[in-house]
């Protein structure tokens, strides 16, 4: 069982937006900043995706957008494209383990 | 190029012992905490070790602790983990992982990653 929790999978059409929710507790992203998010096609490492909550690294596409309330982050991801479909994972970090946790990932199709 | 290349995967039986290096190029080295992260096959990410850029504070996953040991030489630009009394739940690929800064704990580069079978 991961220490975050996110729905096993999403899915939308091209052109939609679409949101990931990855929930956890006061000790990681309802106590913390440090929240991201990954990208990860199969066979291939993640990428990063957001980070600190909201902030994209340059070269991520500002269809990708991040935000958080209480203990939940979410993943916005607008203007669907067939390229989109991968598994998403969010991480945050955890004040009591002094250490990062992900969440279980999420599988976005993209129909 | 930002680079990082992992070496020393491979196969190795239970409770033996196995060491990864990750060669840094592209940045500098000096100024960012590093991490590994495994990803078991099929499965989703683990963050189990990170270390601060002058390697003066080093963290661990409880599910590794005791038993692997991170370390980097900022002279030669290499991370490194030694891994001890593997186990099969161990058998993983592991990424060796830049942070974006020291301790933001957002993971901006990744390595190819090399896999680690523990099996008899």
């Known amino acids: 069982q991961s220490a975050l929790t996110q729905p096993a999978s999403v899915s939308g059409s091209p052109g939609q937006s679409i949101t990931i929710s990855c929930t956890g507790t006061s000790s990681d992203i309802g106590g913390s900043n440090y929240v991201s998010w990954y990208q990860q096609h199969p066979g291939k490492a993640p990428k990063l995706m957001i980070y600190?909550?909201?902030n994209r690294p340059s070269g991520v596409s500002n269809r990708f957008s991040g935000s958080k309330s209480g203990n939940t982050a979410s993943l916005t991801i607008s203007g669907l494209q067939a390229e989109d479909e991968a598994d998403y994972y969010c991480s945050s970090y955890r004040s009591s383990s002094t250490h990062v946790v992900f969440g279980g990932g999420t599988k976005l199709t993209v129909l | 190029e930002v680079q990082l290349v992992e070496s020393g995967g491979g196969l190795v039986q239970p409770g033996g012992s196995l060491g990864l290096s990750c060669s840094a190029s592209?940045?500098?080295?000096?100024?960012?905490?590093m991490h590994w992260v495994r990803q078991a096959p099929g499965k989703g990410l683990e963050c189990l070790s990170s270390?601060?850029?002058?390697?003066?504070?080093?963290y661990y996953a409880d599910s590794v602790k005791g038993r692997f040991t991170i370390s980097r030489d900022n002279s030669k630009n290499t991370l490194y983990l030694q891994m001890n009394s593997l186990r099969a739940e161990d058998t993983a690929v592991y990424y060796c992982?830049?942070?974006?800064?020291?301790?933001?704990?957002?993971?901006?580069?990744w390595g190819q990653g090399t896999m680690v079978t523990v099996s008899s």
């Open positions: 592209g940045f500098t080295f000096s100024s960012y905490a």
């Open positions: 270390i601060s850029s002058d390697g003066g504070s080093t």
């Open positions: 992982v830049k942070d974006y800064g020291n301790y933001v704990w957002a993971f901006d580069m």
């Open positions: 600190v909550v909201s």
